[in-house]
C-alpha cells in the first residue's frame, strides 16, 4: 500500500471511529445492538483471517460440535464481540445506575476486602465479555483499573481509545511506544489504590508460559503472575462473560457477569520462574470454565494455542509484560 493510500484508509479509520462514539450514542438503544448484529452476521459472512481463527479457536475448546452447530456458536460469538463495541461506543453516555445495573460480580468479598486497606489488586482477565463494562463498574464500586493497551493503528485510533479508557477513570499504559510496561504497572502497584487486570490469555511477547487450556497446550502473558511475586500485591484470575438478562434489565438484552477466583497463591516453591508458571495455570483453570461454558463470550480472533504458533516469533520484551486490554 503506498504511502497516500495508507493515509487515506487510516483517515477513513479514524472518522469511522469518531462517528461510531458519536452517532451509535444517539441510536435508540434496540437500534444500536441490532445495527452491530448486523454488522458481525456481514463480517462472519464475508469471512477472512479474524473469522477463521475464532472457528478454529472455538473447535480446539469444543470439539463435540457439529459443522452446523460450530457455524452457529461462530456467528454468536461475532455478535457477542461486536457487542462489546456497541457498548464501548455508548459507555461514555451511560449513567452509574445504568452500569450498576448491567453488570452483576460474584465472589468479590476478598477483593472488597483489600480495595477496602487500599490495597493493590492484580486481576488476571481474558478476552472474555465486556472488559471496559467491568472496568467501568470497578471504578464507582472497588477502585480505578489500569491495564496495559496495544498500541492500534493509526495512532488517532489508539488515541480515541485512551481518551474513551480514561473517561471511565481507567489508567493506561501503552504497550510500546512508551516507557517499559512492565515498570509502569510496578510503579502503579506500588502505589496502591487500584485494581491492575490485565488481559493476559494471550501472550505478546513470546516470554509467556505455556498451560494447559482445556486439554490443549496454550501460551499466556507471565506478567500478572510476577507482578504479583515481586510486590506481594495480592493476586486474582475473573472470568467475565455475558449472559441474557430479563426484559427491560441489562444493557440490550444482557447483562456482563463478573465472577472472581479466591485469592491464588503458589502451590510451588522454587524460583519465581516456577512460582508464576503454576499462578498463570490456576489463572488458566478459572478462566476455562467461561470459554468452555460460555465461549461465545471468548473473543479470541488471534492464535493462542501452541500448535497454531508457526509464525516468525517475535523478539522477547526485557521484562515479562503484563497483558493488555482486549
Known amino acids: 500500500m503506498t504511502g497516500i ?43 477472512g483471517k479474524g473469522i477463521d481463527r475464532l ?17 452457529a ?35 468479590d468479598a476478598q477483593v472488597r476486602e483489600h480495595c477496602a486497606q487500599g490495597e493493590t489488586v492484580v486481576v488476571f482477565v481474558g478476552h472474555l465479555g465486556n472488559f471496559d463494562l467491568a472496568a467501568a463498574w470497578s471504578a464507582g464500586s472497588l477502585m480505578p483499573v489500569t491495564t496495559v493497551a496495544e498500541r492500534l493503528k493509526p495512532e488517532e485510533v489508539y488515541q480515541e481509545f485512551v481518551a474513551f479508557r480514561r473517561s471511565i477513570d ?29 488481559a493476559a490469555d494471550r501472550d505478546l511477547t513470546n516470554g509467556g508460559v505455556e498451560v494447559d487450556l482445556l486439554g490443549h497446550r ?25 449472559e441474557a438478562a430479563a426484559p427491560g434489565e441489562g444493557l440490550g438484552g444482557h447483562r456482563t457477569v463478573i465472577e472472581f ?4 497463591v503458589p502451590r510451588v516453591s522454587g524460583t519465581t520462574a516456577a512460582r508464576a508458571a503454576d499462578l498463570v495455570q490456576q489463572c488458566a483453570d478459572h478462566l476455562a470454565v467461561t ?5 461465545s463470550s471468548w473473543h ?9 504458533l508457526d509464525a516468525p516469533a517475535t523478539p522477547a520484551a526485557s521484562t515479562p509484560v503484563a497483558g493488555h486490554a482486549p
Open 218 to 242: 496454550a501460551r499466556m502473558a507471565k506478567g500478572p503472575a510476577v507482578l504479583s511475586l515481586m510486590t506481594g500485591a495480592p493476586l486474582y484470575a475473573a472470568r467475565i462473560w455475558y
Open 261 to 264: 477466583s479466591d485469592r491464588l
Open 170 to 198: 481507567m489508567d493506561i499504559i501503552p504497550l510500546t511506544g512508551g516507557d517499559d510496561p512492565f515498570h509502569g504497572l510496578l510503579s502503579a502497584a506500588r502505589g496502591g489504590g487500584r485494581i491492575i487486570a490485565l
Open 291 to 295: 470459554i468452555r461454558e460460555h465461549t
Open 73 to 107: 456458536l461462530v456467528r454468536a460469538g461475532m455478535r457477542s464481540y461486536m457487542r462489546y463495541y456497541c457498548e464501548a461506543f455508548r459507555l461514555p453516555s451511560l449513567s452509574r445506575a445504568q452500569i450498576d445495573g448491567a453488570v452483576e460480580v460474584r465472589g
Open 55 to 71: 472457528r478454529s479457536n472455538y473447535r480446539r475448546v469444543r470439539p463435540e460440535l457439529s459443522e452446523a452447530d460450530l457455524d
Open 300 to 308: 479470541m480472533l488471534q492464535r493462542v494455542f501452541v500448535e497454531d
Open 5 to 47: 493510500a495508507r493515509r487515506a484508509t487510516d483517515t477513513v479509520s479514524v472518522l469511522g471511529f469518531r462517528l461510531g462514539w458519536s452517532a451509535v450514542r444517539a441510536l435508540p438503544e434496540r437500534a444500536a445492538y441490532a445495527l452491530f448484529d448486523r454488522v458481525a452476521d456481514v463480517l462472519v459472512a464475508r469471512g
